[in-house]
């Protein structure tokens, strides 16, 4: 496994739109590659197995549509994910982007959830994270619903 010491964003599509800044709401697009060892209810039947690599994405699928997220807001340990809530190397990165903006993210655990994972009902995406397990996403900024007013 690859130990990333900060966060690494590569820009895909450079946006052309206002940059949000804590607090703003904003929605966003991703596909996330959460590897192995996730718990999930993905059974290949031709296989008569569970499928152990997980790739989530808002793009397509029953779920399908940009999710909301607040900059700067995380899930409090212990504490069940609320819509909105993000992690802090996702905060870091939306702060930096455009409206319009797609870029590739490489999350370290630090800044996602850390070396007690998350569970299922812990984090933006609805699947257990794994301890210590770096993040590996594409983020597209769709919009941001409302400027932070304490500008």
Excluded: W
Aim: include cysteine.
């Amino acid at each position: 496994m690859t130990t990333l010491e900060e966060l690494k964003i590569e820009t895909i599509v450079e946006g052309t739109g206002d940059i949000p800044v804590d607090g703003d709401n904003v929605l966003i697009h991703y596909v996330l590659n959460l590897g192995t060892g996730t718990s999930s209810s993905n059974y290949d039947y031709d296989k008569h197995c569970y499928v152990d690599v997980l790739e989530d994405s808002t793009y397509d699928g029953p779920l399908a549509g940009p999710i909301p997220i607040t900059v700067g807001t995380e899930t409090k340990k212990d504490k069940l994910y609320s819509e909105g809530d993000s992690i802090e190397g996702l905060s870091q990165a939306l702060i930096q982007m455009k409206v319009g903006s797609k870029c590739r993210l490489l999350i370290p655990s630090n800044l996602a959830y850390g070396k007690e994972g998350g569970s299922s009902f812990h984090t933006f995406h609805g699947y257990r994270t794994p301890p210590n397990r770096n993040l590996d996403m594409v983020v597209e900024l769709i919009e941001i619903l409302k400027k932070d007013t304490n500008e």
